[in-house]
Structures are given as C-alpha cells and as structure tokens.
C-alpha cells in the first residue's frame, strides 16, 4: 500500500480504544475486531499487502501456530494504547495493554507493509521478538526476524512519499474491500470450477465407456436356459459333440454350441450355469458402478453451482478445506468434509455415504436433513449442548446446496443424532427437532452445470 494511504488508515484508527477479537483468517491474513461495526482484515501478502473492511465471516481452518496462540493471548480483548506509523515508513504499529490479575502487560503488533518484506510482528515493550508471521533468519536479510531477540529497527525510506489524500478512509477501505474480494473470487471461480469440470468429464466419460450390463443379463438368461434345456435332453446328448440338436421347451428345433473340454452333458450344463452367473455377477457389478458414477457426477454437478452461487471468497475457501496428512484413517470417498469455525461438518455423497455418516456419527453430533423431500444427510461433530447460530445456519446451507438445483426457500430440520432412527436405507425417523429456513439464490454467471442425474 502506498505510504499516504497508511499515514491516513493509521490516523484514523485512532479513534479505536478496544480490541475485541484478534486472529488469523487465512494464511496470510490478520482480522482484528475492534467492535460489532468493524472488522478490521490486514492482508499482509508478500508484495500485495492491504488493509480492508469486511464483514465478519465464517472461519474454515483455525490456525494453531505459536503466531496465532500469542496473537489471541495478547490483543483478544485488549485496551488500545497507542497507533502509530513507525519510523515515518509503511510500518502501523498497534500498542495494547492487558490488565491481568497481578499486572497488565503491554504489547506491540508491527505490521510492516515493505513489499517482498512484509510481514506481522509481536513485540514485547522492550521491542524483543516475542512471534512473527514470517521468521527471517541472518543469512537470508540483513534484518533478522528471530523469537527472543531485539528487533531492529528497519532504514529509513530514502525518498519524500507522495501524498494522496482520503476522502473517507472507511469508504475507502470498504471499497478495497470490495474490489479484492470481487477479483479474488473470480480468481477463485475459473481457478477451481476448471479443477472440478476436469474431475465432472472424467466421471462421464467413465461411464460412457461402461459396458451395457442389459446384454450381459441377456447373456445371463440365454445361457441359463441352454443349461436347463441340457439337462432336461441328457440322454439325447453324445459325449464330445461340439453341437446338440435338440427341441426348445416350446417344440422348436435349436441347434446349440456345446462348451469347449466338456467331456459330458452335464459338464457342458454346469459350464452354461458357471457362464450364466459370472455374467449376473458382471451386470450387477456394473449397475452398482453405473449407479456409483451417476451419484459421483450429481454430486459434482452440485458442488459446481454452489461454487458459482458463491458471493465471496471465503465460501469458497470452505468448499476446498486444507487436506490433512496427519490422519491415520482413510477419507470414504462417499462422504465430503468441510471445516466451519474449526468444527467438522461431514456431507453424504450418496446413500451410501448418508448411510456411513449415520452409522458413525456419535449421539450428541447434530444431524441435518431437508424437511419432507430426499437430501443429502448432513452431520455436525460436536460434544457441545448449544452450537453458535452462524454454524448451524451455514452447515444448514450445505445440505441445501448439495441437494437441490433449484433455487427457492427450504426448510432444514436438525436434531442430535440420537433422536435419530435409522430405518431401511438412509430412510430415517427422527424426533425433537428444530427447524432452519434456507434460501438457495443463484447468480447468473454461466457456471451452472445442471444434468439430468435423478435427486438422492
């Protein structure tokens, strides 16, 4: 950001005395909620730094690193001492005091908007490295950014900055807001609806190239009534013929092919029975696949229109949760998981999944389902008796999405798992319920995908 614009931002959060909430928001991003009115997000990007004013949004990963343990501890509600642009550079440096049970302990976060340099500071009042975003060891600056050593200070700027005056600072801000979330999203929209068109052409062109289990049935029942009619005709059969002529069920003559190595005719009726099953068995196994890949497309096809319904960048952000490797349990392919405020919200794919999440799910988890009509099973992990709204209503919006195209009002109804009782299939009765109302709104950009795939 331009040094003009700092000297104004940092003049006019002056008027702040208080500092609600402080946190990190994604890998590079810095919130601070000073109160209901305004949240505060410093994006401290490596040549691509901004401040912004936005509204207060669901948080899909929480950071647990020593940075955002020390950042919570120390400015989480905090009395704001003093905010100052440091060293007439683009450095904003925020002083905060804690009143504790035994003394109050003054903190410094620096937030230093130096191009490739960039980056989050918390100081101690002696100006010793307390965390940092980023640790700059010597070898890699001159300026070393080490925990428990004394900051340096960093050289003055060896030019007269320009002035470019503000006319709102908060306008201004809201509109930076606006401006990077809208390029960010769209960013976001082609970046990841590209990654998930390649997985949606895959899937349909796997199942193109299935086989027609209709002719394996066929196969199946011809090869079960040539079987049958062997050995119905056993004594009518000499050993080693290559083909019998016989009279069908109905009178009609039929010359039939005997199996190749069958030494007799009730070899040759046991290798029909052993055909004909092996073909049932293939046929079913494609129908299983078939129906496997038609719940694999839907729920694609729905992930793809939720994606280009999205308004900004953090639900997309909750679409694509950070992948784990710490796990030591295998993802089931029929279950999505998302990350809400730290939370697990896990999503059926297909019954098969709406199935696993039931059976699995603990009794005070909180289930979720369309009222009345066929969804997709949603289910919340969570030992607490009261959930904050904002969870609920989102975690309710991801069973509306990824159940339905149509846009519209719908209604969720949720209740813990153990008021939940399982019946044939994923079909359930459940009582003690409570009820969302949801509205699905699309946007018309040309990203939706819709097929014909039958509702879960």
Not at 273 to 292: C, D, I
Not at 413 to 442: C, F, H, W
Request: glycine share 4%; net charge positive.
């Amino acid at each position: 950001m331009r040094f003009s614009y700092l000297k104004q931002i940092a003049s006019y959060m002056e008027r702040f005395t208080h500092i609600t909430a402080a946190y990190r928001f994604d890998d590079t991003g810095i919130r601070l909620i000073f109160d209901k009115e305004n949240s505060w997000n410093f994006d401290m990007s490596r040549g691509n730094s901004a401040i912004s004013i936005t509204d207060v949004s669901n948080r899909g990963k929480m950071y647990q690193a020593p940075f955002d343990v020390l950042l919570a501890k120390r400015f989480n509600r905090s009395n704001i001492v003093s905010v100052t642009l440091y060293n007439n550079d683009k450095v904003i440096r925020i002083t905060v005091t804690q009143s504790g049970s035994y003394k109050s302990e003054t903190t410094i976060l620096q937030l230093e908007f130096t191009g490739k340099h960039t980056n989050a500071i918390i100081l101690d009042k002696d100006e010793i490295v307390l965390e940092a975003l980023r640790h700059i060891d010597e070898d890699v600056s001159s300026r070393s950014v080490r925990v428990g050593q004394k900051l340096d200070p960093l050289p003055t700027p060896p030019y007269t900055p320009q002035e470019y005056p503000i006319d709102d600072v908060r306008a201004f801000l809201i509109q930076e807001s606006s401006r990077r979330s809208f390029e960010r999203l769209e960013r976001l929209k082609h970046e990841k609806k590209a990654l998930m068109d390649k997985k949606l052409q895959t899937l349909k062109k796997h199942m193109e190239g299935l086989e027609d289990e209709s002719a394996l049935i066929n196969e199946a029942e011809n090869a079960q009534h040539a079987g049958h009619l062997l050995l119905a005709n056993l004594g009518a059969i000499k050993p080693y013929e290559r083909f019998a002529e016989l009279n069908d069920f109905d009178g009609k003559p039929l010359r039939l092919e005997l199996p190749a190595g069958c030494t007799t005719p009730s070899r040759c009726a046991e290798a029909y029975f052993k055909r004909s099953k092996k073909a049932k068995q293939k046929a079913l196994g494609l129908y299983r696949e078939r129906n496997n890949l038609i719940d694999k497309i839907r729920h694609i096809e729905l992930f793809i229109q939720t994606l280009s319904e999205a308004k900004t960048p953090e639900e997309i952000a909750l679409l694509f949760p950070p992948k784990s490797s710490a796990s030591k349990f295998k993802k089931s392919d029929s279950i999505a998981e998302f990350w809400i405020e730290g939370v697990k919200v896990s999503l059926g794919k297909s019954e098969k999944g709406n199935i696993e999440l039931l059976k699995n799910a603990k009794a005070r988890d909180i289930w979720m389902h369309l009222k009345d009509r066929p969804s997709a099973h949603v289910v919340i992990s969570t030992d607490k008796q009261q959930l904050p709204q904002c969870l609920l209503e989102t975690a309710a919006k991801l069973c509306v999405d990824f159940s339905v195209f149509e846009k519209g009002r719908y209604l969720v109804d949720y209740t813990p798992r153990r008021e939940v009782k399982m019946q044939e299939g994923a079909n359930v009765l459940y009582t003690n319920y409570k009820t969302l109302s949801i509205e699905k709104t699309g946007v018309d950009d040309g990203f939706s995908t819709r097929g014909d795939s039958k509702a879960p």
